[in-house]
């Protein structure tokens, strides 16, 4: 069973510039989730969606972050302006809503802010 | 709202020792729990999940956690530590919402370094 697929792997971008990040959640998973991992810390909730709808996006910067899930398979993280402070690795998971159900994560883009 | 704090940041062990990381969690009820590693340039990986039921819960690769309700810990332990155990360890709970919600709020992390 593949896992779930994020891209790109890394970026480096300067202050001001734009980017997308991009996951392919396990085939079947209802649930996608979005964190955010700053160097030597543990990840943190951004966003996450069941099926199309995000159920809850309170921890994401809404002036400048975004994401979509249009079709209630793959999504799309956006940072416009990115600051140095985004400086993170993006974790994707996925999950089937379901008693005691399992979450799996991909392996995340490392985002370096200049 | 619930917390987790790991207040080791990081270990040091031999190869061949045991290995205990401590987690304590904050949360009203009865929590789900998790341990995740993380190696490097890798995705966060399950070693071993605790719902509702026996306190101690087997993982993968020889680990093992302990819950306690009385303490508000879930510590994590492994009697023969080795050298491809040298990673990063996330303690992580999750809103028991009569099922688990799969929204988790995870530690601050402990890195573990094995020394021969």
């Known amino acids: 069973e593949a896992g779930v697929t994020q891209s790109p792997r890394y970026a480096v971008l300067q202050e001001g510039q734009a980017v997308s990040f991009w996951c392919d959640p396990i085939s079947g998973h209802d649930t996608l989730y979005w964190y955010q991992q700053p160097r030597d810390q543990g990840p943190q909730l951004l966003v996450y969606f069941r099926d199309e709808a995000v159920i809850d996006n309170s921890q994401l910067p809404s002036d400048r972050f975004s994401a979509v899930r249009p079709k209630g398979t793959n999504s799309t993280l956006k940072i416009q302006s990115a600051k140095q402070g985004d400086t993170a690795t993006y974790l994707c998971?996925?999950?089937?809503?379901?008693?005691?159900?399992?979450?799996?994560f991909g392996k995340g883009t490392r985002l370096t802010v200049v | 709202a619930q917390s987790v704090t790991q207040p080791d940041a990081r270990v040091t062990v031999s190869e061949g020792a045991s290995l205990q990381l401590r987690c304590k969690y904050s949360y009203f009820g009865t929590p789900y729990l998790f341990w995740y590693v993380q190696y490097p340039r890798q995705g966060l990986q399950l070693l071993l999940k605790y719902y509702p039921g026996d306190p101690v819960v087997q993982g993968v690769n020889g680990f093992e956690a302990e819950f306690s309700k009385s303490n508000s810990s879930f510590h994590l332990r492994k009697a023969s530590v080795h050298w491809s155990d040298w990673a990063v360890y996330f303690c992580?709970?999750?809103?028991?919402?009569?099922?688990?919600?799969?929204?988790?709020?995870f530690g601050e992390g402990t890195q573990v370094t094995v020394i021969s």
């Open positions: 998971a996925s999950s089937f809503q379901g008693r005691n159900t399992e979450v799996f």
């Open positions: 992580a709970v999750s809103m028991n919402t009569g099922g688990l919600s799969g929204k988790l709020t």
